[in-house]
């Protein structure tokens, strides 16, 4: 959950506390406006389990959620054409229902109610709020402003002719230019709504705009960018007492096995361990895996974890290769830290060559 909803809570309480009303009015009012985020978003998360997308998180906001998934394979999926569309379409059709049964709940338990008498929204009628919640959360959603359901549709548009990340920036853009006219409007005719709902716009639009960034520059990375250059090996030839004793003498966890100049092998210091203590002393080719992949130094790291670090893979170690010879390695362990340090690097060099 956003820390916009905390500053929502504070407004929607302060709300109804100068209005000379109880400020748990606010707190309902508030828990309203979640429950219709919520369930738009449970709509969606259905929606991308029909279509066998894997989600790491959502990210709710008061205007939708941003999801984020766990596999490359099911970003891809999702900014398919059709897919995209079809989920698109999910949140406000989820919300324009769902406000139309709690609109029918109401009439039929107490028709005297006026669900079209001004303000709609109001701490001080949260019956008639939360039918005018659901319908305006729906409502908001077709604008075309990336990340709203209608934005992401535009930004499939965009993509047909720009790419996904040109026509992705191009959406942001798009997306942050309404949420400023609407900021705007807001402004000019004091209506509190339009300046909410415009600033709510504005950050799912930068937030987006951040996570492309991000993974544009991971995009350029390579295997030679990550790799540790410093790393033990170990002999096919070797004894298990023998790898335990250079394992000892190693931060890895996992040693790529090599004969002559050949890497034939990958080995973990559990397995050595695990094998000592089961099977007495051996030779490391007995029980080391020959079931590996590689990569070479010049590959792309993204496309390298994709094919090699799924959810199924559970790769423990890549050696990178330059031809046939093993130059370096690439560890669960190490990637977060190496990924660090690179992009501060980058940073680094940016400003330098700005400030030059």
């Known amino acids: ?21 109880n400020g748990m009015r606010g707190v309902a009012l508030w828990l309203i406006l979640v429950f219709a985020v919520v369930v738009r978003e449970i709509a969606r998360l259905l929606a991308c389990s029909w279509f066998n997308l894997e989600l790491r998180s959502i990210q709710l906001l008061p205007t939708g959620g941003l999801i984020q998934f766990a596999t490359a394979d099911s970003m891809e999926r999702a900014n398919e054409g059709a ?5 698109a379409i999910v949140g406000p059709i989820t919300s324009f ?22 303000p709609w929204i109001t701490p001080f009628h949260l019956l008639r709020a939360a039918f005018w919640i659901q319908l305006l959360l729906g409502a908001i959603n077709l604008l075309p402003a990336w990340p709203l359901d209608a934005g992401r549709v535009l930004r499939g548009e965009f993509s047909r002719s720009r790419g996904l990340a040109g026509g992705t920036r191009a959406a942001v853009g798009f997306g942050q230019m309404i949420a400023l006219v609407m900021i705007i409007a807001g402004i000019v005719t004091f209506n509190m709504w339009l300046l909410l709902i415009g600033a709510f716009v504005l950050i799912g639009a930068q937030m987006e705009d951040h996570g492309l960034m991000l993974q544009s520059s991971v995009d350029t990375v390579v295997m030679r960018d990550v790799m540790l250059t410093e790393f033990a090996t170990l002999s096919a030839s070797d004894t298990l007492e023998d790898a335990l004793e250079k394992s000892i003498h190693s931060m890895q966890d996992v040693f790529p096995v090599t004969r002559g100049n050949n890497l034939v092998g990958v ?13 007495g002393n051996g030779y490391v080719q007995a029980i080391m895996s020959r079931a590996f992949h590689t990569a ?4 792309s790291l993204v496309q390298t974890l994709r094919r090699m670090m799924g959810p199924r893979a559970q790769a423990q170690l890549v050696p990178v290769l330059d031809g046939e010879r ?5 560890t669960p362990q190490n990637l977060n830290q190496s990924m660090s340090l690179l992009a501060l690097k980058r940073r680094m060099r940016n400003f330098e060559e700005q400030q030059s």
């Open 97 to 118: 229902l769902f406000g139309g049964m709690i609109g029918l709940l109401i009439f039929a338990a107490t028709p005297d109610v006026d669900m079209l008498s001004r």
């Open 1 to 21: 959950m956003h820390t916009f909803f905390v500053l929502l809570l504070a407004l929607s309480v302060s709300w109804a506390s100068m209005s000379n009303h």
């Open 267 to 279: 080995i973990s210091r559990q397995s050595i361990l695990e094998a000592l203590q089961s099977e």
């Open 296 to 299: 070479q130094s010049g590959d």
């Open 326 to 330: 093993i130059v370096g390695i690439i």
């Open 83 to 87: 897919i995209q569309r079809k989920i």
